[in-house]
């Protein structure tokens, strides 16, 4: 077997710092607070204070031309007899304004909450906000979560969305 030469060890440690560097400055960020604006990111929701350190924590938003009482049913429905199972439950529930989900560890400690808030606008939309936040174990539950959360999230929120406005057009 040959042996790799140093510039190509050199080259390779410099394309796996590059894309370190993107990872962290672009696509964290954005995966991370996906259409989610800067006051949204700050607004305290339900369950923010169960984790006073959370691992990774992420807020997501997406406007939906529909009022809080039409997206309603299809975020309640996530958590109708699915939210009660494993230690998840479902720890705060206001009509047609939030939800918040709860996970707890075999010594009921929190583990993660994910919230959902409804933010009617003057204009017949509403910001659907959700905060996921998680004290995660090890580097591998951490890295998977930053890289990965996001393609669920934003499926999500989007299928929500396209119900939503479909449903009531």
């Known amino acids: 077997m040959r042996k790799p030469r140093p510039r190509t060890i050199a080259a390779a440690i410099a394309l796996g710092a590059v894309g370190a560097v993107l990872v962290c400055v672009v696509y964290r960020p954005w995966a991370v607070n996906w259409g989610a604006t800067d006051e949204e990111i700050a607004r305290a929701m339900p369950g923010d204070g169960l984790l006073s350190d959370p691992t990774f924590n992420a807020t997501r938003a997406v406007t939906v031309n529909a009022s809080p009482a039409e997206i309603w049913p299809w975020i ?22 939030s939800m918040l989900w709860e996970y707890q560890g075999d010594d009921t ?3 993660f909450t994910w919230a959902w ?4 606008r003057a ?6 906000v959700s905060r996921l936040r998680w004290q995660a174990p090890g580097l591998r ?11 669920m999230m934003r499926k999500c929120m989007l299928g929500i969305k396209r ?5 009531n057009p």
């Open 109 to 111: 400690t929190t583990v």
């Open 141 to 151: 539950s951490r890295l998977m979560l930053d890289l990965f959360e996001i393609v």
């Open 117 to 120: 808030g409804l933010f009617p």
């Open 163 to 167: 119900r939503a406005e479909t449903a």
């Open 76 to 97: 309640v429905q996530m958590g109708y007899k699915r939210a009660e199972h494993a230690f998840v439950r479902v720890t705060g529930l206001e009509p047609d304004s």
């Open 123 to 128: 204009d017949q939309q509403t910001r659907l």
